[in-house]
T-cell receptor
Framework: AQKVTQAQTEISVVEKEDVTLDCVYE???????LFWYKQPPSGELVFLIR??????QNEISGRYSWNFQKSTSSFNFTITASQVVDSAVYFC?????????????FGIGTKLQVIP | DGGITQSPKYLFRKEGQNVTLSCEQN?????MYWYRQDPGQGLRLIYY???????QKGDIAEGYSVSREKKESFPLTVTSAQKNPTAFYLC???????????????FGEGSWLTVV
């Protein structure tokens, strides 16, 4: 069974603060992939990153960075110098492949509010 | 522009009626998905399709039906058998399913369905 836990349901930070969104996953598959999506108030899920289980390199993209640690089954997301436009719900997701079908399990999301 | 188009954005249904949500993609993706999102919950998979004229039930398929007559289109019908249909519905697609690397799922803007 697959499971994604986002323990922080809501976070509020003041603009320019750094914030880390936690994601812990469970799977028995040795090959899997992890995603982060952003859902602004408009509703559409915007893809941010995909990381494969065999690639533990951390990644930085502008103010966004991701820390993948297989030892702790975590894939945390940090926003540096947060901005009001970062306010959204962020979803972590876990994907595995079985019989040609890609199964993706989502966490319940973390609502981030950046206060000006 | 390439993307996934869902319509209508907002839909109101009377109890006992069937309604169909449209989803069209021009990304030439093989796989398409329907997810349901309820407040405070993650996304739950309703149906998915890997190729034309083939589809499989997801985790919460009861009360829903789909068709995949064309690669670009994957409409979802919410039937009167769905006991609690009020939710946000997201259509998605990906280049192909399975494989060691997996593939990113891209989402449409969603459709809000309300039962009145």
């Amino acid at each position: 069974a697959q499971k994604v836990t986002q323990a922080q349901t809501e976070i509020s930070v003041v603009e320019k603060e750094d914030v880390t969104l936690d994601c812990v996953y469970e799977t028995r598959d040795t090959t899997y992939y992890l995603f982060w999506y952003k859902q602004p108030p408009s509703g559409e899920l915007v893809f941010l990153i995909r990381r494969n289980s065999f690639d533990e390199q951390n990644e930085i993209s502008g103010r966004y960075s991701w820390n993948f640690q297989k030892s702790t089954s975590s894939f945390n997301f940090t926003i540096t110098a947060s901005q009001v436009v970062d306010s959204a719900v962020y979803f972590c997701a876990l994907g595995t492949s079985s019989g040609g079908y890609q199964k993706v399990t989502f966490g319940i999301g973390t609502k981030l509010q950046v206060i000006p | 522009d390439g993307g996934i188009t869902q319509s209508p954005k907002y839909l109101f249904r009377k109890e006992g009626q069937n309604v169909t949500l449209s989803c069209e993609q021009n990304l030439n993706h093989d796989a398409m998905y329907w997810y349901r999102q309820d407040p405070g919950q993650g996304l739950r998979l309703i149906y998915y399709s890997q190729i034309v004229n083939d589809f499989q039930k997801g985790d919460i398929a009861e009360g829903y039906s789909v068709s995949r007559e064309k690669k670009e289109s994957f409409p979802l019908t919410v039937t009167s058998a769905q006991k609690n249909p009020t939710a946000f519905y997201l259509c998605a697609s990906s280049p192909r399913t399975g494989g060691r690397s997996g593939n990113t799922i891209y989402f449409g803007e969603g459709s809000w369905l309300t039962v009145v």
